[in-house]
T-cell receptor, first 117, second 114 residues
Framework: GAGVSQSPRYKVAKRGQDVALRCDPI?????LFWYQQALGQGPEFLTY????????KSGLPSDRFFAERPEGSVSTLKIQRTQQEDSAVYLC???????????????FGPGTRLTVL | GDSVTQMEGPVTLSEEAFLTINCTYT??????LFWYVQYPGEGLQLLLK?????DKGSNKGFEATYRKETTSFHLEKGSVQVSDSAVYFC?????????????FGQGTILTVHP
């Protein structure tokens, strides 16, 4: 089957606009992660879902960032009132594990490159 | 908090050269360690992993050994190919209730010339 898909692949927003980034995980995967990757840096954790429950949102940088996964499948990361420092690649990953201590492979999508002007 | 430090890059090698990319980590518990690779135009994918001290992960000719005494997980390959050109990320997953979330290093760009 298909891997993790993300849309749009590229998004240009004017400062102050709201954006919504979509992630379609691998079918049946319980766990879903969002990461933010600034230019030249490694990805940084934003938030984690187990099915529809958001169990960890410790990495969200501000209350302008909001994520949801209402039916336990597709997830949306929303950024309100975008700022230039929000410019980054946003990565989504899914895995089949649901354990608290997991070493299972995370499968990454291609990412959405957000540019805020 | 937990952190991962990779050797500064980029790294440029000729085909069939020996590769080492250094990775050290700081963690409070007993993390699992990973190397992910990002080929041009593709998403991150797992290259190898090790879940406890002295474990060796290996895949596609790459190897890395989990060294708890030196808090390191260096990536090695005996003979690189042009097709190995990519960005390599070292990462850890802490134990406990992390659900496997990853902490990444900054990445090392590898370019292999024919």
């Amino acid at each position: 089957g298909a891997g993790v898909s993300q849309s749009p692949r590229y998004k240009v927003a004017k400062r102050g606009q709201d954006v919504a980034l979509r992630c379609d995980p691998i079918s049946g995967h319980v766990s879903l992660f969002w990461y933010q990757q600034a230019l030249g840096q490694g990805p940084e954790f934003l938030t984690y879902f187990q099915n529809e429950a958001q169990l960890d949102k410790s990495g969200l940088p501000s209350d302008r960032f909001f994520a949801e996964r209402p039916e336990g499948s597709v997830s949306t990361l929303k950024i309100q009132r975008t700022q230039q420092e929000d410019s980054a690649v946003y990565l989504c990953a899914s895995s089949s594990s649901y354990r608290e201590y997991s070493t299972d492979t995370q499968y990454f999508g291609p990412g959405t490159r957000l540019t805020v002007l | 908090g937990d952190s991962v430090t990779q050797m500064e890059g980029p790294v440029t090698l000729s085909e069939e050269a020996f590769l080492t990319i250094n990775c050290t980590y700081t963690a409070t518990g007993y993390p699992s360690l990973f190397w992910y690779v990002q080929y041009p135009g593709e998403g991150l994918q797992l290259l190898l992993k090790a879940t406890k001290a002295d474990d060796k992960g290996s895949n596609k000719g790459f190897e890395a050994t989990y060294r708890k005494e030196t808090t390191s997980f260096h990536l090695e390959k005996g003979s690189v190919q042009v097709s190995d050109s990519a960005v390599y990320f070292c990462a850890l997953s802490e134990g406990g209730t992390s659900y496997g979330k990853l902490t990444f290093g900054q990445g090392t760009i590898l370019t292999v010339h024919p």
